[in-house]
């Protein structure tokens, strides 16, 4: 992920961008392609700003994930990180291929019920889940509660014996491990609110083999998201290795570790994560173990397989400075570049335009900050009124962070799959802007 450090390598070009996106073809004549549908055609019919899903490589990507696990002779569940992408749509499709979910919220738990996930395919991570949150989830029998604190423990094992049930638990296990990553998405540091300090969970996972209503059943961890280098995997696998040996050594069984998500993509020239060197990772510390293991993966599999269509509004010209381009999608729909620095490839949808030499443009979004800024400097071709890019690399924490900040309505939703595409969210409507608000009798106006 990028930061706001200047990067010493040129960008990479649309040619580049197109070699590193297989899911992406220019078409000479329909221009740019998604898993084979013309892109242009999906922005003629529902207009943009407008999110596009490629469920075949989505489907692909979650497929090599389980093959790469399946190949190192492991047996592991993969629980979706339902917090990338929390379309239904995307939650089903990814359920027909065998996946779980993993959750943080009493709302992505009825999403994943809404889209067919049985209970026992949930796991329910997250740093202050609410009693009713947990009421709900201990009722319906969930697979797995990844225990964040001491006192989350006791407040489960008093929900749980309340209601007559034992809660299958882990505990995460903060290992204290740097994941080389953006420092607002790092979480195994001990510095980091997320899960037990490592020194802490021995002592607590005896304790909870003693409460009741508590069925604990091992430890999980998550050092952070967009992980690169396989490096602090296996540090942090390591010491929940060592966790499982002394708890086991004291007497305590345990049947699972959770490895959790955060494996990479590759948004710029970075190399991207590879679910082979992870199950390597799994396999050379925690193989040996004789536990059920699992993972949590949301970006890998969702980021590249997802697009965000725009069009530019106006290409505001500033003599000899680079020019601002000014698109009709903005920081509400995509925060990301404002949230993080983060960098996202911008390619044209014309094959025409996408070959014409290219130079420097700020890109930005029409909200009232100089925050909404997808890109500065950026070497595009020339592009005006009218044209269109696609915003690569948004399938995960794209659509689920938009806002309707300046009373921007949510953008439409597109699936394309098997060669044609659907709807999935039509562009909200202003009405919807202002649905559930209510203006009390004595202002009461038009509204
Ligand atoms: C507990 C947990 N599991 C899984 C994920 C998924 O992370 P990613 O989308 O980076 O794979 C996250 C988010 O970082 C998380 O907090
Ligand atoms: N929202 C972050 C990822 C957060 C991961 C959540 N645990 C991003 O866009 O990169």
């Excluded at 620095?341 to 030499?357: C, E, F, N, Q, R």
């Excluded at 020339?382 to 962070?401: E, K």
């Amino acid at each position: 992920m990028a930061d706001a450090t200047p990067f010493l390598d040129p960008d990479p070009s649309v040619a580049e961008l197109l070699a590193s996106h297989p899911s992406l073809k220019m078409d000479p004549l329909c221009g740019l392609m998604l898993d084979g549908v013309a892109l242009n055609a999906i922005a003629d019919a529902v207009g943009t700003p407008c999110w596009v899903m490629g469920g075949d490589t989505l489907r692909t990507r979650v497929r090599r994930m389980q093959q790469a696990m399946r190949d190192a002779g492991l047996n592991v569940s993969l629980h979706y990180a339902v917090k990338a992408n929390d379309h239904l749509a995307v939650l089903s499709l990814l359920r027909e291929e065998g996946a779980g979910a993993d959750i943080v919220s009493g709302g992505e738990l009825a999403r994943a019920l809404k889209a067919g996930i049985a209970p026992a395919h949930i796991v329910f991570s997250g740093v202050g889940k609410t009693d009713a949150e947990l009421e709900r989830a201990i009722g319906l029998g969930i697979g797995q509660i990844n225990v964040e604190s001491a006192e989350e423990l006791d407040i489960i094992s008093s929900i749980a014996s309340r209601l007559g049930t034992r809660a299958t638990i882990t505990l995460r296990v903060n290992p204290d491990v740097d994941a080389g990553t953006h420092a607002k998405i790092t979480t195994g540091l001990a510095a980091n609110k997320f899960g037990i300090p490592y020194d802490h969970a021995a002592a607590l996972y005896a304790r909870a083999a003693s409460l009741p209503g508590i069925r604990a059943v091992g430890f999980a961890t998550h050092i952070g998201s967009q992980i690169l280098s396989v490096a602090p995997y296996r540090a942090a696998y390591a010491r929940i290795a060592d966790l499982v040996r002394t708890v086991r050594a004291a007497g305590q069984t345990v049947e699972v570790v959770d490895c959790g998500g955060g494996l990479g993509i590759s948004y710029r020239t970075e190399p991207e994560g590879q679910p082979e060197a992870l199950a390597g990772a799994m396999k050379a510390e925690l193989g040996g173990l004789d536990v059920r293991l699992a993972i949590e993966p949301g970006r890998w599999l969702a980021a590249p397989a997802g697009l965000l269509l725009s069009s530019v509004i106006l290409n505001k010209a500033r003599g000899n400075e680079a020019p601002f381009l000014v698109l009709d999608a903005a920081m509400n729909d995509l925060l990301r570049p404002s949230m993080y620095d983060a960098w996202h490839g911008i390619v044209p949808l014309s094959p025409h335009v996408a070959t014409l030499p290219a130079g420097p443009a700020h890109v930005v979004g029409p909200v009232c900050e100089s925050g909404d800024t997808f890109a500065r400097d950026r070497h595009l071709p020339p592009m005006q009124r009218g044209a269109r890019v696609a915003i690569l690399d948004t399938g995960a924490y794209g659509a689920v962070m938009s806002s309707t900040y300046n009373s921007r309505p949510l953008a439409a939703e597109v699936l394309v799959e098997d060669g044609t595409w659907h709807v999935i969210r039509p562009r909200q409507s202003l009405e919807a802007l202002w649905q559930g608000e209510t203006v009390p009798a004595h202002l009461a106006g038009t509204a």
